[in-house]
C-alpha cells in the first residue's frame, strides 16, 4: 500500500496520472473541507474565543503527511529553549510506537508528554514543572493557541504542483502558510535548483511569511544491536564517521515518510546499496520482516537504519547475523539563523511573562 501511495503521488507515468485524474474530485472535497475548517478556526482567532494554553507552546508542523524532519527539528528547538534557560516538554500526539521513543533519545532529560489533545498535553507538561512546550505536527491542531507556528517545508519531497490529499500528499495548500511565524525549508539530499524553486514557490504563496533553510544531515553511524548482543534500548557506543559507510555493501531498512531521501542520502555517503527494503511510516516490524532481512544481508553486510526505526528494530534483532546500525539526522542552519533566534526568543519572553516575581 505504501509503494502504491508514493507511486500515485509522484510518478509521473501514465498510470499514476490517471489514479490522481480519478482521485481528483475526492481532493476537491477535501480542500472545501479544509477551507471551511480554517475559515472557522479563523474567526475564532479574530475573537480571540481559541483556548488559552497552560503554557506558552512553539508548534512544529507541516502541510503533508510526514517526511519533512518534524522530529530533529522539534528536538532542535527544545534545545534552544533549554539554552535560553527554559524548562520545555515535548508535546505530541504520539502515533505509532516510535515518535516519543525518538524524542526520549534525542532529548533527554526533557518531559515527553504523549496526548492526543494538545491541550491537555500542555496541562501534563505544566504539572511536571515545565515552563513552555513545542507541540510536534500542530499546524492543523488550531483548538490551542501557540506563541509560534513553525512550519516545514521539505525540498526532498517537493513536487511544482500541489495536490490535496487523497491525490496527493498535501493536508493544506500552500497558502496556509501565510498563518505561520516562519517557513522553514529542510534539506536532505535535494539538489540546489530544487530547494530554489521551494524558496520560490514559498515566496509567492506567502509574501510576507520569513524563511530558513535547515539541512538534515545524517550524523555518523551507531550501533543498534550485533552478534552476541540483547539490547532493549539502543548502546551509544560503538560509532563510525559517516565516512565508514563509503564502498562498503549495506542493506537499508526505512518505515519513514520518505525513505528515497534516505536512500540518497545513504548513496551519497559512498555506501553500497544491495538492496532497501522499505515499509510503511511507523510500521511495527515484526519477527519475520527482521529474519526476511537477516537472510538476505548475509553476516558481512552492514545493516542501516534511521534512528526511528532503529527503536522498534532493536528488540527483535537476532544474536547471530549482521550488526544493525543507525544513523539520526543532525539540524545544521544554512539560512535565517537570526529567524530561528526570533522565533524562541518569542517564547521565551511568553514564558517569563508568565512566570511569577518574587514579592
Excluded at 13 to 42: E, H, I, K, Y
Excluded at 123 to 150: E, G, I, K, M, S
Excluded at 249 to 265: C, H, K, M, N, Y
Excluded at 326 to 331: D, K, L, W
Aim: aromatic share 6%; proline share 5%.
Amino acid at each position: 500500500m505504501t509503494a502504491f501511495v508514493s507511486y500515485v503521488w509522484r510518478s509521473s507515468s501514465v498510470g499514476a496520472r490517471v489514479a490522481r485524474l480519478a482521485l481528483t474530485p475526492l481532493s476537491w472535497l477535501f480542500g472545501v473541507m479544509v477551507a471551511r475548517r480554517n475559515a472557522a478556526f479563523d474567526a475564532r482567532v479574530r475573537r480571540g474565543t481559541l483556548a488559552v494554553p497552560a503554557l506558552p507552546a512553539l508548534s512544529v508542523g507541516n502541510l503533508t503527511v510526514g517526511g519533512t524532519g518534524k522530529t530533529p527539528v522539534a528536538s532542535w528547538f527544545v534545545d534552544r529553549l533549554r539554552a535560553g534557560g527554559a524548562s520545555p516538554a515535548l508535546v505530541l500526539r504520539g502515533y505509532g510506537d516510535d515518535e516519543w521513543r525518538v524524542h526520549g533519545l534525542l532529548t533527554p532529560g526533557v518531559p515527553v508528554v504523549v496526548a492526543a489533545e494538545r491541550a491537555v498535553g500542555l496541562v501534563t507538561a505544566r504539572n511536571q514543572q515545565c515552563d513552555c512546550a513545542v507541540l510536534d505536527d500542530a499546524f492543523q491542531h488550531r483548538q490551542v493557541a501557540r506563541t509560534q507556528d513553525v512550519v516545514l517545508v521539505s525540498a526532498d519531497a517537493w513536487q511544482e504542483r500541489v495536490r490535496l490529499l487523497p491525490s496527493g500528499p498535501y493536508r493544506e495548500p500552500l497558502e496556509s502558510l501565510n498563518r505561520a511565524s516562519v517557513a522553514v525549508i529542510t534539506v536532505k539530499a535535494a539538489s540546489a535548483d530544487t530547494v530554489q524553486a521551494v524558496w520560490a514557490a514559498i515566496r509567492r504563496a506567502a509574501p510576507s511569511v520569513p524563511i530558513a533553510q535547515l539541512r538534515l544531515a545524517p550524523s555518523g553511524v551507531r550501533l543498534a544491536a550485533t552478534i552476541g548482543v540483547s539490547a532493549q534500548s539502543i548502546p551509544l557506543g560503538l560509532q563510525h564517521d559517516l565516512a565508514w559507510l563509503a564502498g562498503r555493501e549495506t542493506v537499508l531498512i526505512s518505515a519513514i515518510a520518505d525513505p528515497d531521501a534516505f536512500g540518497r542520502q545513504m548513496a551519497a555517503a559512498g555506501a553500497i546499496v544491495q538492496y532497501h527494503a522499505v515499509y510503511a511510516d511507523h510500521y511495527a516490524f515484526k519477527a519475520a520482516d527482521v529474519s526476511e532481512i537477516v537472510a538476505r544481508a548475509g553476516p558481512s553486510v552492514a545493516v542501516v537504519c534511521t534512528l526511528k526505526d532503529a527503536v522498534k528494530l532493536v528488540s527483535l534483532w537476532p544474536r547471530a547475523g549482521a550488526a544493525l546500525w543507525y544513523v539520526s539526522q543532525t539540524v545544521v542552519v544554512e539560512q535565517g539563523a537570526e529567524i530561528l533566534e526570533q522565533v524562541v526568543a518569542r517564547v521565551l519572553g511568553a514564558r517569563r511573562a508568565t512566570i511569577p516575581t518574587a514579592g
